[in-house]
C-alpha cells in the first residue's frame, strides 16, 4: 500500500506542472480574480514603500540642514529671505507659509495666538501630505491574508468537487486543486506582510517627524 501511494506520488510530480504560471493557468475565473487583485494589491504596495522610503530619507536630511542654518542665522527675516524657492520640506513650508503672515502683519498685538493656530494648521497639512497612501498600506495588510483564503477554500471546495463528479481520491486529482488555493493564500500574505511592516515604521516616523515640527513651532514663536 505505501508503496503504491509512493510511486503515484512520483507519477503525479513528473505528469503535473506545479510551476506557479501553471498553477494560475489551471485555476478558475474565482481564483485568478483573487490572485490578480493580491499581485496588483502587492505591486502597489511596494511602490508606495519605496516611494516613502526616500521620500523620508531626505525629508530628514533637509529638516537637519533646515534647523542647522536657522538657528545660526541672525534672525528668522534674514533667513526667510534667502531660504530657496525650491526648498519644499515639510518644515521649510511651515516656515515660510508663518513668515509670509509675520511680514505682512501691520501689529504685532495678539500676533502670538494668530500664528499659534496658523502654525497647527500648517503643520496638520504637511503631515496630511506625509501620511498620504499609509491607509492603503494598512489596508492591504489587514485584507490581503483573508482574500489569500477566500481564494484558497474556493479552490479546495472545487477540489473537492472534482473528487465527487470523478469518484477518484488519487493525488492526480485532489492536488492540483489544492497546490492552487494554497498558492492564493501565500500570494495573500506575500502582500499583506511587507504592507504591515512598512505601515508601522512610516507611521512611527511621521510621529517622530510630527513631533519635530512641533518643537521647532514652539520654539520658532518664542523668538517672534
Known sequence: MEADITSQA???GSSIDFSLISLFLRADVVVKSVIIILIAASIYSWAIIIEKFKMFKKINQNTIEFEEKF???KS???FYNNLPVNKDDPMSNVFRKTMQVVLKSKSRSNLSEKLTGLLESNIETELNFLEKNFSFLATVGST?????LFGT??????SFQSIAVSRNTSLAIVAP???EALFATALG????????VAYNKFNNDSKKYSQRLENF???FLSII
Do not use: D, Y
Not at 490581503?144 to 489569500?148: D, Q, S, Y
Not at 477554500?153 to 472545487?158: E, R
Not at 500574505?189 to 504591515?196: N, S, W
Open 217 to 219: 513651532a514652539k520654539r
Open 177 to 179: 486543486g489544492i497546490a
Open 144 to 148: 490581503a491574508p483573508f482574500i489569500g
Open 153 to 158: 477554500v474556493w479552490g479546495i471546495m472545487n
Open 76 to 78: 528668522a527675516e534674514s
Open 71 to 73: 538657528w545660526k542665522s
Open 10 to 12: 512520483v507519477g503525479l
Open 189 to 196: 500574505l506575500l502582500a499583506a506582510i511587507p504592507a504591515v
